[in-house]
């Protein structure tokens, strides 16, 4: 009795852990997906879809959709379902600000201390962000512009701020993808500023970094409330 007691709870214990497992594979896969914009404002979010895209159950899913949920990047519908949290004018106008805050301040915590191992870094990313957008894979370009952003964070060295910049769930506020041969400009004008933010640090130029990091997020702001 005793060994089929533990066996059962054994079991109990080993899938409560791979269902715990699962969901945060979807969560991490989610909201990867919603932060690059590869999820757009708006977009339903079905269970058997992504139970079976994912190859999980619709338990997993559930539980990744209500963290989501927790963390402010979905909205239950007034109707049932779950969508992608829509942003209105104020919410990316606050992003912006956010954004702003964190970046310009990590660009100063970095500016004294980044290496070449660093720098390089950055611009391979850039050079990814070329690739996928020549190639056509905007979601692989949007992934890349995220990590662009969350990597200038990581080169200040400051942990508490790197935490404080993940746990906020920034989204990209472009809205590119269904519009990529319409906004191909904004693909190219976004290379053209990384680039120039890349190319400043490598100069010890704080006040250009400064300013094209500024101007790029503005650009931002803008180009999403015109969409």
Not at 2 to 12: A, D, H, K, M
Not at 57 to 86: D, N, P, W
Not at 127 to 133: G, K, T
Not at 146 to 168: A, G
Request: glycine share 6%; with cysteine; net charge negative.
């Amino acid at each position: 009795m005793i060994t089929i007691y533990l066996q059962n709870r054994f079991n109990l214990v080993y899938t409560i852990m791979k269902e715990d497992s699962l969901a945060n594979k979807v969560y991490s896969e989610l909201r990867k997906k919603i932060l690059s914009n590869q999820l757009v404002s708006g977009s339903r979010l079905k269970e058997d879809t992504w139970a079976q895209k994912m190859e999980v159950s619709r338990i997993a899913v559930r539980e990744a959709l209500t963290r989501l949920m927790g963390e402010g990047l979905i909205e239950f519908g007034e109707k049932g379902g779950f969508f992608v949290k829509t942003l209105n004018a104020d919410d990316i106008k606050e992003i912006r600000e956010l954004r702003e805050i964190l970046e310009l301040g990590a660009l100063r915590l970095a500016f004294q201390k980044i290496d070449q191992v660093q720098i390089q870094r950055l611009e391979e990313i850039c050079d990814d962000f070329s690739s996928m957008v020549h190639g056509g894979y905007f979601g692989g370009a949007c992934e890349a512009d995220v990590k662009f952003h969350e990597t200038l964070i990581d080169v200040s060295s400051n942990e508490k701020l790197k935490i404080l910049y993940r746990t906020s769930n920034i989204p990209l506020f472009h809205q590119k993808l269904g519009k990529t041969q319409t906004h191909m400009d904004d693909y190219e004008l976004t290379d053209t500023e990384h680039r120039q933010i890349v190319q400043a640090l490598k100069s010890k130029d704080l006040r250009l970094a400064e300013d094209a990091l500024a101007r790029h997020l503005l650009r931002g702001e803008i180009e999403s409330l015109e969409l």
